[in-house]
Structure formats: structure tokens, C-alpha cells
């Protein structure tokens, strides 16, 4: 009863079909991160009462200046979680997966992180559960969080080696746990990501359960401050910037960065990144254009098994 159009990207690997009313997907070999999203989802529904958050009013979906790619934007809060985003973004040629999960500042767990690139040939991966504190400073936070996890990395180390080496100043931002791994595209490998995924997404959600509230404001304080920086920084240097001005236009990357993927650099504090992040200004007091100013480094995994910092 409805007219159907059919999409084929150039190598007839995806097939959509769309109705007036409703649009199915037919993956045959291209990647798609649609079913990632949901599915964490769902599992945060088996545990965690989600509510949309304010978030998804204003962003649900974008299309891009090419007027072919779509943004696909998600926003939900728990009493716990400050922010649960997810933003897809596909076209033709390349597909891209950007998940986090906040806590509210009353607690100190980790910082949910999933970063997927994928071109025609090549994704960059970036899979982690973030601390909210530096590792180096904090034994007692590695302790408390990771060391009883670490065995969720070595079941991937081998189908995801270390992607090389990265932005030098990255490596504060991640946990011994990172998968971190560059790889030409193949559906074995797509599959292990997703179930990398789910894996790491169940491993924070439970953190998200069994996390002690805390009392102390001055803590509170402290948690905020770190969630503040971690924002700050990502909200200035992700590597992702180039690309979503490319597609959306400086003025509207420039608001998804600031009030949707990293919500909460406005409001959390009041430092700016050169407060946090000093090595960045430049001679008139601007922040650097730089991406790194330190480059790139750690060409193997600067971690052992253990989780132990070996540089
Ligand atoms: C590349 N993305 C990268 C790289 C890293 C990350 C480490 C390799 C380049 C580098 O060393 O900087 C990801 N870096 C992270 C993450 C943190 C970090 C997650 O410090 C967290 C603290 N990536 C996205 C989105 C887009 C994207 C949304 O997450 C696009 C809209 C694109 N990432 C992207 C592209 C590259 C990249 C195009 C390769 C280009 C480049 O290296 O500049």
C-alpha cells in the first residue's frame, strides 16, 4: 500500500527500504552501528529506570549540508546518570559511533566511552571506560574499579591490537582497560566490536548499580571538577571536530559539541580549558589551534596485563 524507495550504497552493501511510514534496513556486508545503541539500551532497561533526557527534544536527527548524510542523535538521564547520549551518523561512505555515558556528580564512576570511526576501508576505535580521576594520582580508583575488571580486555587483545601510536595527551584520559585498535573492515570483525561493546557497556552499567552515593560535598565537589575537565578537554580537542564541521557547518558542530555530546562543559564549572590545560595557550592568551603539544606517542600498549602504567 505504500510506495517503497530502495537505497543501495555504491557497493550494494546496504539495502534500505523505505515506506511512507516505515524504513527497514537490510545489512548485507556494510557496517551499520544502529542495532549498538539499542541494544545498550535495552540492557539499561532490564536494570535502570531511563528517562529521555531534555536533550532529545532538541536533537533527534540532523541531516548534513551534502544532504545526504544522517546524524541520528539519543539523550536519556537515570536518577543516577547525568547523561546517556548516542550519535550515529552515516553516509555513503562512512559511519560513525559515539556513545557516553555521565554519572551525576555525586558519584565517581568512570566515564563510559565508545568511539567508532568507520571509512570505506578503515576504523579507528576507541573503547573504553574513562576514569574520572587520573590513575597515576589514584591507586586507591584503579583499585576500586578496574582491577576486578580487567579481565573483560585480554578476551579482545588479540582480534583488537593496540591501534599505534595516538594524541600523547590521550593516554591520561584512559584506563588500562582501553581497546584502542585500528582495523580494515570485515563482518568478523564488526561482530567482535559489538560484542566488545555490549561487554564493556555491562561491565560500566553494573558500576552504575553498585556505586555508593556520595555524602561529601567537598567530594562532590572534586567529582565535578574532574567530569569538568574531562568535558573541557574533549569539548575543545576531540578528534572528531574536522569532521562534523565538514558535515554540519562550524556553528551547528560547534553546539552539538558543546550542548549535547559534551553537555555539561557550561554548566559543571566555570574553569576554561586554558585553566586546566595551561601548556595550550599561545603567545596572545588564545587557546592553541594544536591539537597535541606533546604528539604522538606510546606505539605499543602502555599498560600490562595487570593493568600496571608502563609507559
Ligand atoms: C581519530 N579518534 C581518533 C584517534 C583517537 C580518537 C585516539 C586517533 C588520532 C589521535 O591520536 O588523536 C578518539 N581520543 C579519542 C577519544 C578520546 C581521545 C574517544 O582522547 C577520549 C578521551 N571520531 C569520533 C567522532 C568522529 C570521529 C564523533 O568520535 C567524527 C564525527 C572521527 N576520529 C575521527 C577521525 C579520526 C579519528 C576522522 C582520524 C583523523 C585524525 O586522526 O585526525
Known amino acids: 500500500t505504500h510506495p517503497l524507495r530502495i537505497l543501495a550504497s555504491p557497493k550494494n552493501t546496504t539495502i534500505k527500504l523505505r515506506t511512507t511510514s516505515k524504513r527497514f534496513s537490510f545489512r548485507v556486508s556494510a557496517v551499520s552501528y544502529k542495532e549498538f545503541p539499542e541494544s545498550a539500551l535495552q540492557e539499561t532497561r532490564k536494570k535502570v529506570l531511563l528517562e529521555p533526557s531534555l536533550l532529545q527534544e532538541k536533537y533527534s536527527s ?16 537515570s536518577p543516577r546518570i547525568r547523561l546517556l547520549r548516542s550519535m550515529a551518523i552515516e553516509n ?14 555525586e558519584f565517581d564512576t568512570p566515564i563510559f566511552c565508545a568511539n567508532f570511526f568507520t571509512s570505506v576501508n578503515m576504523n579507528i576505535v576507541v573503547l573504553d571506560l574513562n ?14 574499579y578496574y582491577s576486578n575488571i580487567m579481565s573483560i580486555y585480554p578476551k579482545y587483545a588479540e582480534i583488537f591490537p593496540w591501534g599505534g601510536k595516538l594524541t ?21 570483525k564488526h561482530d567482535a566490536l559489538f560484542s566488545a ?30 567530569q569538568h575537565k574531562y568535558l573541557t578537554w574533549r569539548a575543545q ?26 553537555n555539561g562543559v557550561d554548566e559543571l564549572g566555570t574553569k576554561s580549558f586554558i585553566d586546566y590545560f595551561p601548556e595550550y595557550q599561545t603567545e596572545d592568551g588564545a587557546v592553541s589551534d594544536k ?20 609507559g
Open 62 to 77: 540532523i541531516t548534513g549540508l551534502d544532504g545526504q548524510t544522517q546524524l541520528e542523535m539519543l539523550a536519556f538521564k
Open 92 to 105: 555513503q561512505t562512512m559511519q560513525v559511533f559515539d556513545f557516553a555515558g555521565f554519572m551525576e556528580p
Open 237 to 262: 580537542k576531540d578528534p572528531g571536530h574536522g569532521l562534523l564541521k565538514k558535515l554540519v557547518g562550524e556553528a551547528k558542530a560547534k553546539e552539538l559539541l558543546r550542548d549535547f555530546l559534551f
Open 197 to 226: 561493546f555490549l561487554d564493556y557497556y555491562q561491565a560500566w552499567l553494573e558500576m552504575t548499580i553498585q556505586a555508593t552515593e556520595e555524602m561529601d560535598p567537598a567530594q562532590v565537589r572534586v567529582n565535578r571538577e574532574a
Open 291 to 310: 591539537r597535541s603539544i606533546i604528539g604522538r606517542s606510546f606505539e605499543t600498549r602502555p599498560w600490562d596485563s595487570t593493568g600496571h602504567f608502563i
Open 131 to 144: 576514569p574520572l580521576h587520573q590513575l597515576s594520582d589514584r591507586t586507591d580508583y584503579q583499585e576500586k
Open 168 to 188: 600523547g595527551e590521550s593516554i591520561k584520559f584512559f584506563s588500562p582497560l582501553v581497546m584502542w585498535t585500528r582495523f580494515s573492515s570485515s563482518q568478523e
